[in-house]
């Protein structure tokens, strides 16, 4: 099976650059890694007994309504595959997918992890099967009229029509026959910022008691006949950016970025991605930050360092409130926040804060105006990254000092992150972990890891040693070993922003989604 897989891999490349960006470095089972990105545009459905397909731009997602339960998504080995996949089928034989793109078709079996295409020069309109002889294979409507592309075949070739033509539903035969959906279109195709969105897609249910509906911004709806409204299958993030990722009881929590085409918002991802619950601000003015740095939680709230302050926001109801320069922050750019013995402490672009229940600001070390990259409380004081290397903001001093213990250059890089693993202090610097012994308070370096993770931006502890990210990857490394197993190009769908863990999964904030990785599967 491996030797098949890998030659129907090698026939998706499309070019060099692709195939670096596009192709795993391992064999990944969907299992081991999974990559969840955005779900709110669907461009095609395709139901069958026991599951529904969906498919968005780069991934297919199966819904079992029986369980109300996901499975995936699942990516092809090149994601530029399902670019301009406008309907599906339903094998009838095997319960495999079938997908019509306007220059070919795409077949994925899941069961058996393989991915297969083929063009069709006289380009493709409509795809079917004959319910009369399933066994023909894929029938496939071209500009020429129609051909056939048998059962383990990779060309079609010109055929009689289907005799008893089983096509894919339209969005057409939906609005047709349910009224409701074109009278509520103004309730219906409105996502969270009151934008229009459009229908994309649409089936019929395999048991014909309501319609599955795809759009172009607000995911996937079902509506049960008889209803005035669909009720939404919520799956994905609101976008594919995603700064910032936090573990929390039952999952994780993901921040997303404002790109072009969404807002800024932050969403709870269950570990087996069965729930996603996201806090998008207000209808007519979204979150009110843009972009976030970090992620901590104390007690039921989530905490954010944003480019516009620090914000706490409260899952059960929704509500944000947000600590800027009006309020008393230094600066109102959070480029780090932490949650310690029930104190949250912020480090802006130009000085530190302390913030009590009451959001109210408490100065510290005022006479320090530096980018605070990170903050590690320690009792009533606070180990400060900085660009200049590791400080401490001792209470009741003006100013940070730095430990004696720093004084060699070699000790003084830029901290971008801080940790603790037992009852050591650990610094993580643009190229190497920085830590204190306990014992001796001396302070040490360990080996070089930029060289093959690149530029070093945040890490997370586990067991003996930390899950380090860069700009070119993620690995796992002890305090005096380098980087073991990394996931680098391939591996990941595109460069990281941060990580987190808990017992069963690795979490890596991506350009290209929130990738989890099974930890038995990748830790040395």
Known sequence: MRPLLALLASLFVIGPSDAAAQFASRDWRPADRTIVGDFSRITSIAPALDRVYITSPTSVLIWHPQFQRWEGPFQPPNLAVLAGVFAALVDPLDNSLWLARPDGWVHYQPELEIWDQGTVPEGVSTIAFDEADPVMGLFIRTRQGWHLLPRGGISPTPSRPPSRAVTPATVDEALRSTPTLQANASQILLD?????????????????????????????????????????????????????????????????????????????????????????????????????????????????????????????????????????????????????????????????????????????????????????????????????????????????????????????????????????????????????????????????????????HSFVADGAGFWVAGERGVGFARLRTPPIRPLREGDLPAASNDVAVDREYLWVATDGGLTRFRLDAIRP
């Not at 089936?203 to 509906?213: K, M, P, Q, T, V």
């Not at 607000?218 to 609101?238: E, H, K, S, T």
């Not at 993580?428 to 920085?434: A, G, K």
């Open 192 to 456: 969270s910022r009151l934008r229009s969105v459009r229908f994309t897609a649409a089936a019929r249910s395999f048991d014909n008691l309501g319609w599955y509906l795809g759009t172009s911004g607000v995911g996937l709806l079902y509506l049960p006949d008889g209803a005035a409204l669909p009720d939404r299958l919520n799956f994905g993030l609101p976008s594919g950016r995603v700064a910032a990722v936090f573990s929390s009881p039952g999952g994780v929590w993901a921040a997303t970025d404002r790109t072009p085409q969404a807002d800024a918002a932050v969403t709870f991802v269950g570990a087996e991605l069965s729930e996603f619950r996201t806090l998008r601000g207000l209808p007519a003015s979204g979150v009110p930050f843009t972009q976030v740095a970090e992620l901590t939680g104390q007690g039921t709230a989530l905490w954010a360092a944003t480019d516009f302050g620090a914000a706490r926001l409260e899952p059960a109801s929704g509500r944000i409130e947000l600590v800027d320069e009006g309020r008393g922050l230094p600066d109102s750019r959070v480029y780090s926040i932490a949650s310690r013995q029930g104190r949250i402490t912020v480090g802006t672009a130009r000085g530190i804060v302390r913030l009590d229940d009451s959001l109210r600001v408490e100065r510290l070390a005022p006479g320090f105006a530096d980018a605070a990259y990170a903050v590690f409380p320690a009792g009533d004081s606070v180990w400060v990254g900085t660009p200049r290397g590791l400080y401490l903001a001792l209470p009741g001093q003006r100013e940070v000092v730095r430990p004696a213990g720093l004084a060699t250059a070699s000790l003084q890089s830029p901290v971008v992150a801080l940790a603790s693993l037992g009852d050591t202090l650990v610094a993580l610097t643009r190229d190497e972990l920085m830590w204190r012994d306990p014992r001796t308070r001396a302070w040490a370096l360990g080996p070089n890891l930029s060289g093959l993770l690149g530029r070093l």
